[in-house]
């Protein structure tokens, strides 16, 4: 099993900045791509940023050149910093990754549980 966890959410004014962070355990093998979605309250959860595992990225319309998206395979982690906030990035951010626990596995796709970011005007 694999295990998503998120971190660094949080209540900002409106032009600061977070730093949010997904920290992958457990059964892994390598991972794929990794994205980082959003869900606002009464609203469809979207794609906010998402990098391949060679390091390609591709970013919402709505925070292209104030999110930044990056992974330290290493670590097996992700992560999205994001500056020049605004109050419609109020949301909960989660992270998924596709995941092979084995050199021949299929990939696998996980959630975590979300942080909650709230943006202040």
């Known amino acids: 099993q694999v295990q998503l966890v998120e971190s660094g959410g949080g209540l900002v004014q409106a032009g600061g900045s977070l730093r949010l962070s997904c920290a992958a355990s457990?059964?892994?093998?390598?991972?794929?791509?990794m994205g980082w979605y959003r869900q606002a309250p009464g609203k469809q959860r979207e794609l906010v940023a998402s990098?391949?595992?060679?390091?390609?990225?591709k970013y919402a319309g709505s925070v292209k050149g104030r999110f930044t998206i990056s992974r330290d395979d290493a670590k097996n982690t992700l992560y999205l910093q994001m500056n020049s906030l605004k109050p419609e990035d109020t949301a909960v951010y989660y992270c998924?990754?596709?995941?092979?626990?084995?050199?021949?596995?299929?990939?696998?796709?996980?959630w975590g549980q979300g942080t909650q970011v709230t943006v202040s005007s």
């Open positions: 998924n990754a596709a995941v092979s626990a084995s050199y021949s596995g299929t990939y696998n796709s996980y």
């Open positions: 457990g059964s892994i093998f390598s991972i794929n791509a």
């Open positions: 990098i391949t595992s060679g390091g390609s990225t």
